[in-house]
């Protein structure tokens, strides 16, 4: 089993729709988690941290969901610049530390 | 210079040749990656460094070595490349290895 798993999609939705994308993490001592994007033939970009409580910068919500080992983006009201690969980062242990990359979620936003 | 740089933006290269790749950033960040990225298998790290002075392997390091004589500088090298080794090359850096990480435009090698 992969450590970081995502649906690899593609999403094909419509401008103004609601999207999320899950990725799930399978070692325990996962700390810090977060949303990358990337554009096609680009280099990969922050998106968001995700906090344990959830949080929220503008159209995009992320949540933790450390009982069940999961974090999710939500996007409102799609546009068609959403249009990207959108990837989940896990950073995991102390003295052993590692960033983990899932292979990423493909969305296309149509007009 | 602003953020982090690489070099070249793309080299065909012929299997056993030697060839580095530079990544520079001026952000003064102690930890800095280099990533291979492949279709279908997501981005993988080949090495990393917290601090200059110090390296450390990923998870794919054969074929490939670094340095980090400095904060700025974490080139690295194919001694002998191979056709497996195609693929596009990230550098990357963080203010320390628990921060997001940002990244360089890469560099896509094709090793024939």
């Known amino acids: 089993r992969k450590e970081v798993e995502q649906d690899p999609g593609p999403f094909n939705v419509p401008e103004g729709a609601t999207v999320a994308f899950n990725c799930t993490y399978s070692?325990?001592?996962?700390?810090?988690f977060f949303w990358y994007r990337q554009d096609c033939r680009k280099e990969p970009k922050l998106l968001m941290s995700v906090y344990s409580s959830g949080n929220e910068d503008g159209r995009f919500t992320a949540q933790l969901n450390r009982a069940s080992q999961y974090i999710s983006l939500l996007i409102r009201d799609s546009k068609l610049s959403d249009s990207a690969t959108y990837l989940c980062v896990v950073n995991i242990g102390t003295g052993g530390f590692k960033t983990i990359f899932g292979a990423g979620t493909r969305l296309f936003v149509k007009a | 210079i602003a953020g982090i740089t690489q070099a070249p933006t793309s080299q065909i290269l012929a299997a056993g040749r030697r060839m580095t790749l530079r990544c520079t950033q001026d952000?003064?960040?102690?930890?800095m990656y280099w990533y291979r990225q492949d279709l279908g298998l997501g981005l993988r790290l080949i090495h990393y460094s917290n601090t200059a002075g110090t390296t450390g392997k990923g998870e794919v390091p054969d074929g490939y070595s670094v340095s980090r004589a400095n904060t700025d500088d974490f080139p690295l090298t194919l001694a002998s490349a191979v056709p497996s080794q195609t693929s596009v090359y990230f550098c990357?850096?963080?203010?320390?290895?628990?921060?997001?990480?940002?990244f360089g435009p890469g560099t896509r090698l094709t090793v024939l």
């Open positions: 070692n325990s001592a996962s700390q810090s």
């Open positions: 952000m003064r960040h102690n930890a």
């Open positions: 990357a850096s963080s203010p320390d290895r628990y921060n997001e990480q940002f």
